[in-house]
């Protein structure tokens, strides 16, 4: 089983006009490597603003007004990062922190017996090779985290995903919530080690 992808998403009120890859270089949140993966901007023709996506320092980044993501594909750690930008920003309004994590699993034979659907291979002939079927669990993890974790399994695959959503009241609330980042990744991580009976792979 593979990490495959971990990101940090704040809920808030964001800048995206001040948030771009030329003040985060200048203010030294990230390094510089827009010249080998370049700058994305979505443009809404039916009117509203769009997120603006770009690579910078080893994390893709998605800006928006009410929403910032950062995320890796080899599940590295973007706390320091934001927490740069939080000094920078200090009076940014963030109402809620999530953590997200992935996993995939080429293999389905696991300690514990994953889900299938009915008649799977009926499904399969009247739909095709990409059914899959899922599990949703949702549970209050130390009081104060929503974590909600959806297994999706079809035939070539299983995938873990993971939610760790903390609503947050204050800059130094938010601060805490960030870092709990690699808290929450190891508690995945033991819950996948689990259910697979392997260890997970991390970049």
Same mark, same amino acid.
């Given at each position: ?18 948030? =771009? *890859? ?5 203010? +030294? ?9 370049? $700058? &994305?901007?979505? @443009? ?67 300690? =514990? *017996? ?5 008649? +799977? ?9 990409? $059914? &899959?079927?899922? @599990? ?68």
């Amino acid at each position: 089983m593979e990490l495959v992808n971990a990101n940090t998403v704040l809920l808030g009120g964001f800048n995206p006009h001040i948030i =771009q *890859p030329s003040w985060l270089v200048e203010q +030294e949140v990230a390094a510089d490597n827009t010249e080998e993966t370049g $700058v &994305s901007v979505q @443009i809404n023709i039916g009117g509203g603003a769009q997120p603006i996506r770009f690579n910078l320092g080893g994390f893709e980044w998605e800006v928006g007004l009410t929403r910032l993501k950062i995320s890796s594909d080899e599940g590295c750690d973007p706390s320091h990062i934001i927490k740069k930008l939080l000094e920078l920003l200090p009076h940014t309004p963030i109402r809620a922190v999530g953590h997200n994590f992935q996993f995939r699993d080429a293999e389905r034979k696991w300690e =514990q *017996p994953l889900a299938s659907l009915p008649n +799977e291979h009926l499904f399969h002939d009247k739909l095709g090779e990409q $059914v &899959s079927s899922a @599990i949703v669990s949702t549970t209050k993890r130390n009081g104060d985290v929503d974590l909600k974790i959806v297994i999706t399994v079809s035939s070539h695959e299983a995938l873990i995903d993971a939610n760790y959503h903390r609503g947050v009241d204050g800059h130094s609330g938010a601060l805490n919530a960030i870092d709990s980042f690699g808290a929450d990744l190891e508690h995945i991580t033991d819950i996948a080690e689990g259910m697979c009976g392997r260890e997970t792979r991390h970049a």
